[in-house]
């Protein structure tokens, strides 16, 4: 019986159009929306979001900075990915399988925890919590920890998901795009939409509205089938999630692949990839906390991103591609490491400027822009650089290189800002350090040059032909 089901589907599966609409009418696919979506929701409320919120509040700009660290666990996700990849979710597990059980987990978490966020709020002060008196401010960045935490989680789970309950390629690639453009829209909401409610609503219900949100991620997860592929592992005998076999094909595999791929280059593209959007991570924490004291209200900035600033980023995003298929990776990642760090420029000039609402528009229609190009440059780059055979987990350590150091480096950038105010006012602290975060992408252009030189003569290798 099993062995006669697959003979009809070739022939019963619609081709072209007919094929793309019978996709589209797949539960599986409004699941995937939603659920990227539901995965979208916390990265900014952790993040860049919260730096508005906490300025607002006067906290200092080295301890948003530090807080900002705690978007380290999306780098270190593939650290407990193989344990997530092997064991069943406590109690929910058995109810709803190994994949929709540790989505149902992660996202009760992230709900919770950004409720609890709403809660207690940024402030200086004290709690009284089980009779004891702790930092109002460390239990608020502990609940950020714990959302980052669990929303990494739920990440990887959204990803294992999603690539073992496609059928065919085909529908991998419709579930990518559908998991974009979920994720894209939760952006949307917490990157620019939530400003204009927090100008009304204010900061507490905002965020308590955002957890309420991670509904659709729950929705989505009791509404979605658990992969057969995990339905049948749950019942094969296999090794410890942390046995030295499982950590050595998890993590150390993929990197020997790579190296016997690309050789002595390798350690070349593993720094320019490191180094590539590292002034983008530098500048992060502090654009947000720079627009409250530049004195731009949050609805004007929620409202020029969620406009200008969307419009923008896709044109950057339409250009990148445009200029992959003309031109190359190259000189499409060279341009990227041109425009990304060139961008930081016109933070300094607003900063001189001051609070202008039409400068402030072209500000961020060039940072979206750029960026938007940026971002896709080294995606193309770093997928060009996988192997067959280790294409997923490649891609996921890759991924992770290439944010950690921005993430590791860009706590301090609170520090920084305020060291350099001294003997100076606030707003050319911001735009000296602004330009000095340009000044950093000098090098990744230098590496991703000296690349582009040395690839027309580079030796030809079948295994990673594909690679560049």
């Known amino acids: 019986m099993t ?32 659920l990227g ?34 978007g380290l666990a999306y780098s270190l996700k593939f650290l407990w990915a193989p344990l997530i990849d092997k064991a069943d979710a406590p109690l929910l597990g058995r109810w709803l399988g190994r994949r929709r059980g540790w989505m149902l987990l992660a996202q009760v978490v ?9 809660l207690v709020e940024p402030q200086q002060g004290r709690l009284l919590l089980a009779g004891v008196e702790v930092d109002q401010l460390l239990v608020f960045g502990a609940l950020a ?16 998901w999603r690539i073992e309950i496609a059928s065919s390629n085909e529908q991998q690639g419709l579930l990518t795009s559908t998991s974009a453009l979920g994720y894209r829209g939760a952006l949307l909401v917490t990157d620019s939409l939530i400003l204009i409610l927090a100008a ?3 900061w507490s219900l905002s965020y308590q509205t955002m957890a309420a949100l991670m509904g659709v991620g729950v929705i989505a997860t009791l509404m979605a089938r658990e992969p057969a592929a995990t339905t049948r592992a749950a019942v094969v005998p296999h090794a410890a999630p942390y046995s030295p076999q499982a950590l050595f094909d998890a993590v150390v595999g993929p990197f020997i692949a790579f190296f016997r791929a690309h050789g002595r280059w390798a350690v070349l593209m593993l720094l320019a990839i490191s180094l590539y959007r590292l002034p983008d991570f530098l ?12 004195g731009i209200d949050k609805e004007t900035v929620g409202a020029v991103r969620g406009s200008f600033g969307l419009v923008a980023t896709i044109a950057g995003i339409a250009a990148a591609g445009l200029s992959a298929v003309r031109f190359g990776f190259f000189p499409t990642l060279m341009a990227g490491a041109v425009l990304g760090p060139g961008s930081n420029l016109a ?20 940072d979206n822009f750029c960026n938007g190009f940026a971002g896709v440059a080294l995606i193309g780059y770093m997928s060009s650089l996988t192997s067959v055979g280790y294409t997923a987990t490649q891609y996921a350590l890759l991924s992770s290189f ?40 000098i090098p990744a252009l230098l590496l991703c040059l000296w690349l582009a030189l040395r690839q027309p003569t580079a030796p030809p290798a079948p295994a990673s032909a594909g690679g560049g």
Request: net charge negative.
């Open 3 to 34: 062995a006669a089901a697959p003979t009809p589907a070739p022939s019963a599966t619609p081709t072209g159009w007919r094929g793309v609409v019978a996709n589209l009418r797949e539960p599986k696919v409004l699941a995937m929306l939603l």
């Open 37 to 70: 979506f539901s995965s979208g929701i916390p990265i900014y409320l952790v993040g860049n979001t919260l730096g508005f919120w906490m300025r607002e509040n006067a906290i200092e700009l080295s301890t948003i900075g530090f807080l900002s660290w705690v």
């Open 110 to 118: 992230v709900a919770a925890a950004l409720f609890g966020m709403a």
């Open 145 to 160: 920890l714990v959302v980052a935490f669990a929303s990494a989680t739920q990440d990887i789970v959204i990803d294992a």
């Open 200 to 202: 009304h609503a204010g």
């Open 283 to 294: 500048l992060g924490p502090m654009a947000n906390p720079f627009y409250a004291d530049l």
């Open 347 to 366: 933070f300094a000039y607003l900063g001189q400027h001051g609070a202008d609402a039409g400068v402030f528009t072209a500000v961020m229609a060039i």
């Open 402 to 441: 290439y944010a950690l150091p921005g993430k590791v480096l860009k706590g301090l950038s609170g520090v920084v800002i305020e060291q350099l105010e001294v003997g100076r006012s606030l707003l050319d602290a911001y735009s000296l350090f602004f330009v000095g975060t340009a000044v950093m992408g």
